[in-house]
C-alpha cells in the first residue's frame, strides 16, 4: 500500500483551506501521496451542496461560507479538530460509504480509548454520545479524489450551534469530548486521530510535516 503524509497546519482561515483542497486536488495524478491535514478554523458557518439557509436561525457576526462538501449547514471554530482527508479513492479501493464508515469508526475509536461510548448512526453521517452529536462529515468527490472531511468537538465554544439547525435537524444537541473524560485538547485528539484513520485505510507508511505542500504555496 502507499504511503500517507500528515500535515498539521494549524489555525487556517476556511476559504483559503478550502482553495488548497482544490488546487491540490486539481493538480494531482495517480504517483500524488494521499494526505491527511490536521487542522483548526477561525470561527465560520458553511452550508454544504444540500444546505438551505432556514437552517441557520439567527444571523450572527461568523461570517457564512457555502460550500462544495456535501451535507447541511455546520459551525467550525478554534477547539474542534479538523481533518480533511485528501484521498485517491480508485487507488485504496474503496467506495464513498466505506471511506465514511472508516472515519466514523476511527472516531469511534478514540473516543473508546477514553471509555467513551461512541456510535454511528446510519440515516445521519457522524458521530454521536448519549444522543448529542460530536462529530460531522462531509466530503466532495473530484476524479475519483476526496476532499474536506471530519470535524471532532474537542475543546471549543458550542454556543454558536445554538444559531443554526445543525447539519440541518432542529434541536440537535451538541457536545465535545472534553466535557465528557475524553482528549482535552487538539493536540492530543489530532495524532490519536489520524494514526487510526491510517491504520483504518492500510497505508503502509506515514511521513509526518507542517508544510503545506507545493502546489498550495506557488
Given at each position: 500500500m502507499s504511503n500517507l503524509i500528515i500535515r498539521t497546519i494549524g489555525?487556517?482561515?476556511?476559504q483559503q483551506c478550502w482553495q488548497w483542497m482544490q488546487d491540490f486536488t486539481n493538480s494531482r495524478d495517480s504517483s500524488t501521496a494521499d494526505e491527511?491535514?490536521?487542522?483548526?478554523?477561525?470561527?465560520?458557518?458553511?452550508l454544504g451542496q444540500a444546505g438551505k439557509e432556514e437552517h441557520i436561525?439567527?444571523?450572527?457576526?461568523?461570517?457564512?461560507?457555502?460550500?462544495?462538501?456535501?451535507?447541511q449547514v455546520t459551525y467550525h471554530g478554534p477547539g474542534q479538530q479538523i481533518i480533511y482527508l485528501l484521498l485517491?479513492?480508485?487507488?485504496?479501493?474503496?467506495?464513498?460509504?466505506?471511506?465514511?464508515?472508516?472515519?466514523?469508526?476511527?472516531?469511534?475509536?478514540?473516543?473508546?480509548?477514553?471509555?467513551?461510548?461512541?456510535y454511528a448512526k446510519c440515516d445521519a453521517?457522524?458521530?454521536y454520545v448519549d444522543d448529542a452529536k460530536i462529530a460531522s462529515l462531509g466530503l466532495?468527490?473530484?476524479?475519483?479524489?476526496?476532499?474536506?472531511?471530519?470535524?471532532?468537538?474537542?475543546?471549543?465554544?458550542?454556543?454558536?450551534f445554538l444559531t443554526i439547525n445543525p447539519c440541518g435537524y432542529a434541536g440537535m444537541a451538541m457536545t465535545q469530548s472534553s466535557a465528557l473524560g475524553g482528549p482535552n485538547t487538539t493536540s492530543e485528539a489530532a495524532p490519536k486521530l489520524a494514526?487510526?484513520?491510517?491504520?483504518?485505510?492500510g497505508y503502509a507508511a506515514t511521513q509526518h510535516t507542517d508544510q503545506l505542500p507545493s502546489v498550495v504555496n506557488d
Amino acid at each position: 500500500m502507499s504511503n500517507l503524509i500528515i500535515r498539521t497546519i494549524g489555525q487556517q482561515p476556511y476559504q483559503q483551506c478550502w482553495q488548497w483542497m482544490q488546487d491540490f486536488t486539481n493538480s494531482r495524478d495517480s504517483s500524488t501521496a494521499d494526505e491527511l491535514w490536521l487542522l483548526e478554523h477561525d470561527p465560520v458557518f458553511t452550508l454544504g451542496q444540500a444546505g438551505k439557509e432556514e437552517h441557520i436561525l439567527s444571523q450572527t457576526k461568523i461570517p457564512i461560507v457555502k460550500a462544495d462538501r456535501g451535507g447541511q449547514v455546520t459551525y467550525h471554530g478554534p477547539g474542534q479538530q479538523i481533518i480533511y482527508l485528501l484521498l485517491d479513492l480508485r487507488r485504496l479501493k474503496i467506495s464513498v460509504r466505506d471511506l465514511v464508515t472508516h472515519m466514523e469508526q476511527a472516531i469511534i475509536g478514540l473516543l473508546n480509548e477514553y471509555g467513551i461510548e461512541a456510535y454511528a448512526k446510519c440515516d445521519a453521517p457522524g458521530v454521536y454520545v448519549d444522543d448529542a452529536k460530536i462529530a460531522s462529515l462531509g466530503l466532495r468527490v473530484r476524479k475519483g479524489c476526496t476532499f474536506h472531511g471530519l470535524a471532532l468537538n474537542v475543546d471549543m465554544d458550542l454556543s454558536p450551534f445554538l444559531t443554526i439547525n445543525p447539519c440541518g435537524y432542529a434541536g440537535m444537541a451538541m457536545t465535545q469530548s472534553s466535557a465528557l473524560g475524553g482528549p482535552n485538547t487538539t493536540s492530543e485528539a489530532a495524532p490519536k486521530l489520524a494514526k487510526l484513520l491510517a491504520e483504518r485505510l492500510g497505508y503502509a507508511a506515514t511521513q509526518h510535516t507542517d508544510q503545506l505542500p507545493s502546489v498550495v504555496n506557488d
